[in-house]
């Protein structure tokens, strides 16, 4: 059985950064794909950032580039995402997600079988 269990959520101003972590269990850690997704009020639930297998390629949505990092510390059964300049948008709750690394595609939500309980993140203007 998989577990993940999501931290750092918050209320910040817009320009603020948080880091968000995910400490995952029951798994080989370091052998799945590991994502960050990501549910406004009303809205789909959408890919924000992933980091793949061992190789640990990242891959990004187009609004969060340049301002949020994805990063895992196989040690600690942990993944990160360090969120800089933060918008009104990125207002959401936060989820991590894992799969093994050769199913199904990383974008995909309905590729990963394993979630989190979401951490919520706000954003003032």
């Known amino acids: 059985q998989v577990q993940l269990v999501e931290s750092g959520g918050g209320l910040v101003q817009a320009g603020d950064s948080l880091r968000l972590s995910c400490v995952a269990s029951g798994q080989i850690f370091s052998a799945y794909d590991m994502g960050w997704f990501r549910q406004a009020p009303g809205k789909e639930r959408e890919f924000v950032a992933v980091i793949r297998g061992t190789a640990g390629i990242t891959d990004y949505t187009d609004s969060v580039k340049g301002r949020f990092t994805i990063s895992r510390d196989n040690a600690k059964n942990t993944l990160y995402l360090q969120m800089n300049s933060l918008k009104p948008e990125d207002t959401a709750v936060y989820y991590c997600?894992?799969?093994?690394?050769?199913?199904?595609?990383?974008?995909?939500?309905?590729?990963?079988?394993?979630w989190g309980q979401g951490t919520q993140v706000t954003v003032s203007s």
């Open positions: 997600a894992t799969k093994r690394f050769t199913f199904g595609h990383w974008i995909r939500r309905e590729d990963y079988p394993y």
